[in-house]
């Protein structure tokens, strides 16, 4: 019996923006918010629903240049099949589409996953890894291939320009982490763009963000949260100081801390999108998840 697939969200615990000048940045999974996929058999011809959008439509009717039919077609060749067979393959996601926890490479990874294991080919994570990343390209460009590897291997990852992508030893599911989503759309081409132009003023800051996530690391091998929140707040302090931030997400982050968060950050491009936050313990993670809901906004765990 063939089993549903998934992949998880990833989010940026340290180090966003500061990885596009060549310092280190830290990505964990969320293991709890997923993408799934699933095919079933039908009798008449392959059709591709979202559950989510409300998608239903064949192979033929997809946009050539979408990423899901470059996907479809990058499976076709891996797998060596010449059509796709008639069944459907079924797609839902706990995942918030363009908000910065990687909903793209969810979708390619657990989509991979489910054709691997559907036709009996076991493609290696290092081989699904490679075909998402060719899919993250035409969804940003350039990508860093953070999304892709994080979500992938399903493990905290440490990624620099210079040294490429190095899993961490540590345990993040001790980690009492809040994601909430701040409501708040922004587009992060423009506030990456903000920062380069104003790079002269910002390097000290970013250099300084590349240190802090040097500590981190050591904080995370050591499972010592109050180190891990004390630098949450400090990287907040930095990408504030870089105009990435804005008064919604300070306003929401500045709530965590007065509710004894012991860290808070934005996640991600900023000014909007989502912020995290480590609650002292899982009990108290319940209790901050309730004053945001009260306020309307969407908590993950």
Known sequence: MNMTSSAPAKTILFGEHAVVYGEPAIAIPLLNIRTYAKIHPSDKEFRLISENTGMNTTYNELDPASGIKKLLDLLMDELSISNLPPVNLQISSDIPIASGLGSGAA??????????QYFQKHLSNERINEIAFEIEKIYH????GIDNTTITYETPIIFSKSDGF??????ISKLPLLI?????????VNVVSDVKKNYDNNKTYIKEIGSLVKTAKEALG??????????????????????????????YIGIARQNGALGSKLTGAGRGGNFIVLAGDPEHRTQLKSIYESMGLRVFL
């Open 141 to 144: 460009g350039f990508p860093s």
């Open 180 to 188: 909430i989503d701040s409501g708040i759309h922004s587009e992060t």
């Open 222 to 251: 050591n499972g010592n949260l109050k180190e891990i929140g004390k630098l949450m707040n400090e990287n907040q302090r930095l990408l504030s100081q870089i105009n990435v931030s804005c008064k919604e997400l300070d306003h």
């Open 166 to 171: 190095t899993r961490l030893t540590a345990d």
């Open 107 to 116: 979708l390619s990874v657990a989509v991979i996953r489910e054709f691997s």
